[in-house]
T-cell receptor, first 113, second 115 residues
Framework: ETGVTQTPRHLVMGMTNKKSLKCEQH?????MYWYKQSAKKPLELMFV???????ENNSVPSRFSPECPNSSHLFLHLHTLQPEDSALYLC????????????FGPGTRLTVL | QQQVKQSPQSLIVQKGGISIINCAYE??????FPWYQQFPGKGPALLIA?????SEKKEGRFTISFNKSAKQFSLHIMDSQPGDSATYFC??????????????FGKGTKLSVIP
């Protein structure tokens, strides 16, 4: 595997379910990010981790819970979501000594019924 | 408040023509300006990027023009091809601390190159 991978690629869940999205980066980067991409809004930054510490949390509802156990893996735990949370969730990573470039995974298409 | 404004929302160009997408930003703390290309079902892919101390950068058929005083930058795709049909996002980056960066994206431009 190369680059940034995400699983699952598609997820359908009910509002009472609990699920998790997984991201893995094979680039040796030290910062990882979760973004939300929905049809009518720009890509929205949700969470930032650097060296496994959360750096930023952009006022995301608590029904989204991130976890970064090491610099290669990032999770987004989901519970009691709303239909408006349906979107493409993208993971990205960047090198510690970089200039701001971020590399994205293919995303998880989430549908909340 | 949208900090990066992108236009047009959609663009149709004939094969061989020039595609031009424009972006404007507000925050002078941004110090890196990438463009991303996204195909349906894929994540955004870094296409080309520029730092504010440079006015132009060219990579193959893709050129970024940057105007620091006007706080504007644009992507030019020369000799546009049907394979260039995708959604293009401009972005602006700033250091968010601890070796991480915050990217603020424009809303995207859907480019269609017709034969």
């Amino acid at each position: 595997e190369t680059g940034v991978t995400q699983t699952p690629r598609h997820l359908v869940m009910g509002m009472t379910n609990k699920k998790s999205l997984k991201c893995e980066q094979h680039l040796g980067h030290n910062a990882m990010y979760w973004y939300k991409q929905s049809a009518k809004k720009p890509l929205e930054l949700m969470f930032v981790y650097s060296l496994e510490e959360r750096v930023e949390n952009n006022s995301v509802p608590s029904r989204f819970s991130p976890e970064c156990p090491n610099s290669s893996h990032l999770f987004l735990h989901l519970h009691t979501l709303q239909p408006e949370d349906s979107a493409l969730y993208l993971c990205a990573s960047s090198p510690l000594a970089g200039i701001g470039e971020q590399f994205f995974g293919p995303g998880t298409r989430l549908t909340v019924l | 408040q949208q900090q990066v404004k992108q236009s047009p929302q959609s663009l149709i160009v004939q094969k061989g023509g020039i595609s031009i997408i424009n972006c404007a930003y507000e925050n002078t703390a941004f110090d890196y300006f990438p463009w991303y290309q996204q195909f349906p079902g894929k994540g955004p892919a870094l296409l080309i990027a520029i730092r504010p101390d440079v006015s132009e950068k060219k990579e193959g058929r893709f050129t970024i023009s940057f105007n620091k005083s006007a706080k504007q930058f644009s992507l030019h795709i020369m000799d546009s091809q049907p394979g260039d049909s995708a959604t293009y996002f401009c972005a602006a980056s700033m250091d968010s601390g601890a070796g991480s960066y915050q990217l603020t994206f424009g809303k995207g431009t859907k480019l269609s190159v017709i034969p």
